[in-house]
């Protein structure tokens, strides 16, 4: 499975930022597709997923309210709309796809990563 994620940049604080991530057709279609990030010295972290039909998004605690995921299936494509950004928003984000049966907002659900696309934001 190939991902490729994109959108990422250096932002000040509040500021908005939308990153997007595209996969294969088939992968698209089937499976919850999510994004996580990890901080330097840090874990990798969940963000957020979206069911295949894209009508179930789940966020964690930390972006709920300031960050949304969409997916646009004619591009094969999701997105993660930023808002607010904060400076402990500052990571690298990657896109997954879940391929596991349990929690889909754990990070053992998801066994195909993109590479990633820094984030940082400035006080």
């Known amino acids: 499975v190939q991902l490729q994620a994109s959108g990422g940049g250096l932002v000040q604080a509040g500021d908005s930022l939308r990153l997007s991530c595209t996969a294969s057709?088939?992968?698209?279609?089937?499976?919850?597709m999510g994004w996580f990030r990890q901080a330097p010295g840090e874990d990798r972290e969940f963000v957020a997923t979206i069911s295949p039909s894209g009508g179930i998004p789940y966020y964690a605690d930390s972006v709920r309210g300031r960050f949304t995921i969409s997916r646009e299936r004619a591009k094969n494509t999701i997105y993660l709309q930023m808002t607010d950004l904060k400076r402990e928003d500052t990571a690298v984000y990657y896109c997954a796809v879940r391929t596991g049966t349990g929690d889909p907002k754990r990070r053992d659900e998801y066994d195909s990563w993109g590479q990633g696309t820094l984030v940082t934001v400035s006080a």
């Open positions: 057709a088939r992968t698209f279609i089937s499976n919850f």
